[in-house]
């Protein structure tokens, strides 16, 4: 089996240190990448091909992990080539899943739960193919969602319209525990109730958005946009306060 990655990050790299098989063997290709990638991919000794065609065409599994914004154009322009299963990795919202399927033939919509270089990621799939992608169990926790292409990228933003939101009312409650310095006591009573990590998780969370709040709130909208049918009160009011 080769598993060929377009894209050769952190995801790509972890996914090599995670998946030790002699049966597996990797390939990918430096056609137009930074220095970094190209000292990433010498590091990790795998094997190199000239052009990203070459690597869609000879693996049995492409995985893109790339980019947001490169996502599509990667698909159009190698999609073509793989005989094998197309699996994306990135970040994109539910349309641009299906955007990417229509170039491709096997196409799985994937999804990393957690750091990819976190102590126990999960890899979430969809799509009927996704059942030949279960060997990726023995390395990587693996889960398959559906047949349904478009269902993990759902649930991604399902996901984080849950976090940020969330996020947004505890910058809130903590900001007017900090005007009455109680900040302390509410977390420890909220922790009484939400665990004993509560703290740690939400005052990471906390700093995570309000040092990210352009980028947070540009993902809120994409979701009130994806979702405009649906209520989402609670969502529109979390976007104004990350807006502001
Ligand atoms: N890191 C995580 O824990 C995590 C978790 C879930 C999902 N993701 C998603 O997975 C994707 C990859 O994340 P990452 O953390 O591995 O990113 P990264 O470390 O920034 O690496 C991105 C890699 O993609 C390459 N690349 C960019 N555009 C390309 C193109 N058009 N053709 C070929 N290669 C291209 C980059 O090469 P250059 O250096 O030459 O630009 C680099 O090697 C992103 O979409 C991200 O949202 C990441």
């Known amino acids: ?28 290709s430096a056609e137009g990448r ?29 995985i ?35 955007e990417i399927a229509e170039h491709v033939n096997d196409f799985v919509d994937g999804a990393i739960i957690g750091k990819i270089d976190s ?13 030949r992608l279960m060997f990726l169990n023995e390395f990587i926790e693996t889960r398959k969602i559906s ?11 399902l996901r984080s319209s849950y976090t940020k939101t969330l996020s947004a009312l505890l910058i809130e ?14 977390f420890d009573i909220l922790s ?7 703290r740690e998780k939400s005052l990471s969370r906390i700093n995570n958005t309000l040092n990210n709040s352009k980028r947070k709130s540009e993902e809120l909208e994409e979701i009130i946009n994806y979702f405009e049918g649906n209520d989402l009160t609670m969502v529109k009011a979390a976007f104004k306060k990350l807006s502001q």
């Open 119 to 131: 102590a126990h990621p999960i890899l979430y799939l969809s799509g009927e193919s996704s059942d």
């Open 192 to 198: 009484l109730t939400e665990g004993d990590e509560f």
């Open 34 to 62: 930074s220095p970094k990638t190209i000292e990433r991919i010498r590091e990790s000794e795998i094997d190199v091909a000239d052009t990203f065609e070459e690597v869609a065409s000879v693996a049995d599994v492409i």
């Open 64 to 98: 893109s992990a790339n980019s947001p914004k490169s996502a599509v154009e990667v698909a159009k322009n190698y999609g073509k080539y793989v005989e094998g299963i197309y699996l994306d990795l990135n970040n994109i919202s539910p349309d641009t899943t299906f």
């Open 1 to 28: 089996m080769i598993i060929g990655f377009i894209g050769f990050g952190k995801v790509s790299q972890n996914l090599i240190n995670l998946i030790k098989s002699e049966d597996v063997s990797f390939i990918t």
């Open 147 to 157: 047949d349904n292409v478009g269902d993990v990228a759902i649930l991604k933003l």
């Open 173 to 186: 409650s903590s900001q007017i525990a900090e005007e009455y310095k109680l900040c302390n006591e509410l």
